[in-house]
């Protein structure tokens, strides 16, 4: 028998000074409330109540017992009620990786929109292009573009990210006619943190895309960005988008998090909130 079970079951008799009256509470039968007493008694090796037809009665170990009992008891409610909220409202640190090229005002702003609608809840923001292991660093939950994951990782579709070609355009007048199928011919800056399809004269890589962005404002050369990144350069004039404006790529951004079974509310209240406000259309 379950002992957690059996001490509920003792606690209700001595509450309510009878097996029958604790057994119409719980709704079992006075035989089922006796045979909980029973099992918690040859646990503990020790007898708990007295009992004759008609008294019942704490022995002193009984006494002791109960008001340990209740203690844990009290505990456990509280512990189970505390996890229940949680479940219910969005509360306590949410902890995230992210690309390090979502470090833009554009995102900054919608994750203040977030914590304005849940102020309950505190973000932890780990903004890095590998893939972090969810489970061995503790993550709620990833922002990922690419969705080839481990098979106990579900992913949810949030929005498409478009990547352009661009370059400073002191670089841009160094070339009288940049075209796309020349694309071997330029000077280029790349990612070290995943492959490249196409072929490029790579003259600088690195693991962070906002560094990437930084050379090609330099003028190092040609570099493929996505559109959050470089917002503010191209409205400035600082960088141009190359070969008709067209984008070289555009790629999904997903929620990944482990599994969908008690999914706690401030995971969910996120990935809604996201889903919700990036419209699951492009991001610009």
Not at 240 to 247: E, H, M, S, V, Y
Request: aromatic share 8%; net charge neutral; charged share 20%.
């Amino acid at each position: 028998m379950d002992t957690l079970t059996s001490m509920n079951v003792f606690r209700q008799v001595v509450d309510l000074g009878s097996f029958s009256k604790a057994a119409d509470s719980l709704n079992i039968s006075p035989a089922m409330a006796s045979k909980h007493l029973r099992h918690l008694e040859d646990c503990l090796q020790a007898k708990l109540l007295n009992r004759s037809s008609r008294h019942l009665s704490l022995t002193e170990i009984g006494q002791n017992y109960y008001r340990e009992c209740c203690h844990a008891l009290d505990i456990l409610n509280s512990a189970r009620q505390t996890a229940q909220q949680g479940v219910v409202n969005p509360q306590g640190t949410l902890k995230i990786t992210l690309p390090i090229w979502l470090a833009t005002p554009h995102f900054a702003r919608l994750l203040q929109a977030y914590r304005q609608q849940y102020p309950d809840v505190k973000l932890s923001l780990y903004l890095d292009n590998q893939h972090n292991d969810l489970i061995a660093q503790g993550f709620d939950l990833a922002l990922r573009v690419d969705r080839s994951l481990d098979p106990n990782i579900i992913v949810k579709p949030l929005t498409e990210i478009d990547f352009y070609w661009v370059a400073a355009p002191h670089f841009i007048r160094q070339y009288a006619d940049l075209r796309r199928e020349h694309l071997a011919d330029y000077p280029a800056v790349a990612p070290n943190y995943t492959s490249v399809d196409y072929p490029l004269t790579r003259v600088a890589d690195s693991n962070n895309t906002l560094m990437l962005k930084e050379l090609v404002v330099a003028g190092h050369g040609i570099g493929s960005l996505p559109q959050w990144a470089m917002e503010s350069e191209l409205q400035d004039g600082r960088l141009q988008k190359l070969f008709d404006g067209k984008p070289e790529q555009r790629l999904k951004l997903y929620a990944a998090y482990m599994n969908r079974e008690h999914l706690s509310a401030k995971i969910r209240s996120f990935i809604d909130f996201l889903a919700e406000n990036l419209d699951n259309k492009k991001a610009e």
